[in-house]
Every structure is written in structure tokens, then in C-alpha cells.
């Protein structure tokens, strides 16, 4: 008698999947996209056509009115030789180094100190995150309460003290100061948010194994739960870092671009552009080199975390 090699799987005859399986699979396959299929419509039509347009529009000259004239690459290569334009960029630099090193030791020292049982503890982690959620319109007015050259609370508390009245946001020297702290003051909520999350994500006995073996709070925090934070501080580096390239709000409610165009960034550049002069196509060119930058920050950021083993995404 013949002995078949065959495998027993092989032999088993291959049967259709029952036709009531196959109908419920494509009613559940039917009720998911039922469930995300308005929200991917919507999210396609107010990101990705949107986006498709601006690279269309940065192609072309138009006014919003006028037929649209094709002109290729024309738009970019203005930008490189227009002074205003490379000043914004400064502008925007000058407040991403002031703004982003600030913001992240300033949510690390709140998060570190909101980090422990103390009577309303929990009213003060709430009264730190107010700020944050607080409108950009709110804050513009604020700042120019606090450091109005004339009337403001600072240069009266100056005043008092018999030192000079400074310019504040009238002065091309300090404006941009000002904005980074008046951004500070609502955007450090945030990193103060997340490093507290990570730092109760931390196990005590981490902790409590380094004080047992003689280390101090400072040598604690340095050695066992900085490492442990890293990868938040990625995150939120990366993350700030973004929306410091994208400040427009409080520029617009406080200084519009001003003292002498000490302030201009470069998304109020290209809204300037776009929507008071009518360079539409001038300014998508503008909102797609701000892109391409933070896109290549982001990526450069990423790839230095992950060659530093700080897998933050």
C-alpha cells in the first residue's frame, strides 16, 4: 500500500466561509466606515484639499478676483530676496530661542513642584492650567495692561521703585521679549501638564531605592527620574517648538507686527500678504516654506531622539 506524503492540511478539503459570516463581516466592515467615514470626509476637506489649493495658489498670481496667472516657482524665489520676509524669519527665530528653552524649564519646575500631597494641591494644579485655556484675545489685552509704556502696571511698579520706565512693547528691543513672556505665562501650563503626568507615572521605589543608598534629592531627581523624563522632554520640546514657528494670535492682538516690523513673523507675514494685500498666491508660497522648515525641524528633532535611544513617537 502506497504511504502519501501529503500533509494533512493539504488534504482537508477547503470550504467557503459560511455566507452568514461573510454578511456580518460586511455589516461590521459597513458600521465602522459608517462611524469614521464623516469624520475622514470632513478631516479631507478642511486639510488635505485646503493644502492642494495653497500649493496650487503659490504657483500662481492672483488677487482673489482676477483670473489666476500661472508664474511656476516665481513666488519662492521672491521670497529668498525679500528683506522683509528673512526679517520675519529672524523675528520668528529670535522667539522660538526665547520662548521654547524657557517654556520646558518652566513646566519641568512647576511639574516638579505641584508634584506632591499638600492641601489644594489640587485647586493650584487647576489655577496653573487656567492661563492656558485662556483666549489669545484675553492675553493680548492683558499684556497691554501689564506693559503699556504709559499706563502700565510694570512701569508703574518701576516707578515706585525709582527705576526708569522701559518701553516695553512700543521699544523694537523689548517687544519681542514681551511676547515670549506673555506666551510663557499660558503655554508653560502645558509642558507643566505633561512632565507631571510622566513624573506620577514614575515608581516610588526608584525613588526610594536611591535614597536608601545615600542619594541626595538633587542626585535623586538627576539620576533616576530625569532619564525617566527624556522622552517627555522630546515630546514637548518637538511640540512647542512647532507652535512657537506658528505664533500669530498674540502678535495680532497686541503689537500687529509692530514697533517697525520688530514682531513681524512669518505666519503674520503671510496673512499680511494674503489677506490685506491680496498677494494670495505670494503668501501660500510663504505658508509652504513655513512648512517645509517645520517639517525639517520636527524630522531632525525626532532622528536626534531616536539615535539618543529617547524614543519619544
Known amino acids: 500500500m502506497a504511504i502519501t506524503t501529503e500533509p494533512v492540511a493539504a488534504r482537508r478539503p477547503r470550504t467557503r466561509a459560511n455566507p452568514q459570516v461573510r454578511r456580518n463581516r460586511r455589516r461590521q466592515s459597513l458600521e465602522g466606515w459608517s462611524f469614521v467615514g464623516p469624520a475622514t470626509l470632513i478631516i479631507m476637506a478642511l486639510s488635505v484639499f485646503p493644502a492642494a489649493w495653497a500649493l496650487l495658489l503659490s504657483l500662481q498670481k492672483w488677487n482673489g478676483f482676477a483670473v489666476p496667472k500661472f508664474i511656476g516657482v516665481q513666488n519662492y524665489t521672491r521670497l529668498v530676496t525679500d528683506s522683509e520676509f528673512l526679517d520675519a524669519v529672524g523675528h520668528t527665530g529670535v522667539y522660538v530661542i526665547l520662548f521654547v ?4 524649564l518652566a513646566g519641568l519646575f512647576l511639574a516638579v513642584a505641584l508634584n506632591r500631597q499638600i492641601p489644594l494641591i489640587g485647586f493650584y494644579r487647576t489655577a496653573i492650567f487656567v492661563p492656558f485655556v485662556a483666549s489669545a484675545a ?5 499684556s497691554t495692561y501689564l506693559f503699556s509704556p504709559q499706563y502700565g502696571l510694570v512701569n508703574n511698579v518701576l516707578r515706585v521703585l525709582g527705576l526708569p520706565a522701559q518701553g516695553w512693547l512700543e521699544d523694537t528691543n523689548q517687544a519681542m521679549l514681551v511676547i515670549a513672556i506673555m506666551s510663557l505665562w499660558g503655554q508653560a501650563a502645558f509642558t507643566t501638564v505633561i512632565y507631571l503626568a510622566a513624573l506620577q507615572d514614575i515608581p516610588n521605589e526608584l525613588i526610594e531605592s536611591a535614597r536608601i543608598d545615600g542619594a541626595t534629592r538633587w542626585q535623586s531627581f538627576w539620576h533616576v527620574v530625569w532619564p525617566q523624563l527624556s522622552p517627555v522632554t522630546v515630546f514637548v520640546t518637538i511640540w512647542q517648538v512647532i507652535g512657537a514657528i ?17 514682531t513681524k513673523t512669518i505666519v503674520y507675514f503671510l496673512w499680511e500678504r494674503a489677506f490685506k494685500y491680496l498677494q494670495f498666491g505670494y503668501g501660500s508660497a510663504a505658508a509652504y516654506v513655513l512648512f517645509v522648515v517645520t517639517l525639517m525641524i ?7 531622539a531616536r539615535r539618543k535611544n529617547l524614543e519619544a513617537f
Open 101 to 104: 528653552p524657557a517654556s520646558v
Open 138 to 142: 484675553a492675553t493680548g489685552i492683558l
Open 246 to 262: 506658528q505664533l500669530f494670535d498674540l502678535v495680532y492682538t497686541t503689537t500687529r507686527g509692530g514697533p517697525l516690523d520688530a
Open 298 to 304: 520636527t524630522i531632525a528633532l525626532v532622528v536626534y
